[in-house]
């Protein structure tokens, strides 16, 4: 089956709001059938990238953030924004040092997924780390404020199946990566 008769053709897009965390526009499509689309909301994010990091103990580290738009404290996988110009690995390495301190010596692709792509743009790549060692303090942005802790794998697969960790796309790494410790 050929899948691409279902892609919309774009006849025109403009800009509602230009940000440096995210820009929304507003797009008219075609679909395939004829139809005229008029106002199609799309959020433009920069890229991210997070990683299951796993210490040369074999521990899971995990963050503490306040995620304003949620108001909730949420317990999470490292991770945040690949900056302009930068490659998804040299970002989780830039962001797992920044965030935790650590430096790890092995890297493992996971996935790269969409955290909603009916109205947003941006991919998330998520990385399988190994072998962290605690190597400076953290070197957090101005807006960040992080309490990192460190997990068994069983733990975390506690955390997982209580529902513990809300935020969906460091759900999905940390599942692939389970996954593949398990396999390996």
């Known amino acids: 089956m050929d899948y691409k008769n279902l892609i919309w053709k774009t006849i025109s897009s403009s800009y509602i709001h230009k940000g440096p965390w995210a820009t929304l526009r507003t797009d008219k499509c075609?679909?395939?059938?004829?139809?005229?689309?008029?106002?199609?909301?799309?959020?433009?994010?920069?890229?991210?990238?997070?990683?299951?990091?796993?210490?040369?103990?074999?521990?899971?580290?995990?963050?503490?953030?306040?995620?304003?738009?949620?108001?909730?404290?949420?317990?999470?996988?490292?991770?945040?924004?690949?900056?302009?110009?930068?490659?998804?690995?040299?970002?989780?390495?830039?962001?797992?040092?920044?965030?935790?301190?650590?430096?790890?010596?092995?890297?493992?692709?996971?996935?790269?997924?969409?955290?909603?792509?009916?109205?947003?743009?941006?991919?998330?790549?998520?990385?399988?780390?190994?072998?962290?060692k605690k190597v400076q303090a953290q070197h957090l942005d101005e807006q960040e404020d992080i309490i990192v802790e460190s997990y068994s794998i069983s733990e975390v697969e506690n955390l997982l199946s209580e529902n513990k960790i809300k935020q969906a796309l460091h759900c999905t790494g940390l599942f692939y990566a389970l996954q593949k410790l398990k396999n390996s």
Not at 46 to 61: C, G, K, Q, S, Y
Not at 118 to 127: D, I, K, L, R, V
């Open 30 to 132: 075609m679909m395939p059938n004829g139809h005229v689309v008029e106002d199609y909301y799309v959020l433009e994010y920069p890229n991210w990238v997070n990683a299951v990091a796993i210490t040369e103990d074999n521990r899971i580290l995990l963050v503490h953030q306040y995620r304003h738009a949620a108001g909730i404290v949420s317990l999470e996988i490292p991770g945040g924004v690949i900056d302009e110009g930068e490659e998804p690995l040299q970002a989780i390495k830039r962001e797992l040092l920044e965030e935790t301190g650590h430096a790890f010596d092995n890297f493992e692709p996971l996935c790269t997924i969409y955290a909603n792509p009916s109205t947003a743009n941006n991919q998330t790549f998520c990385y399988l780390a190994k072998g962290g």
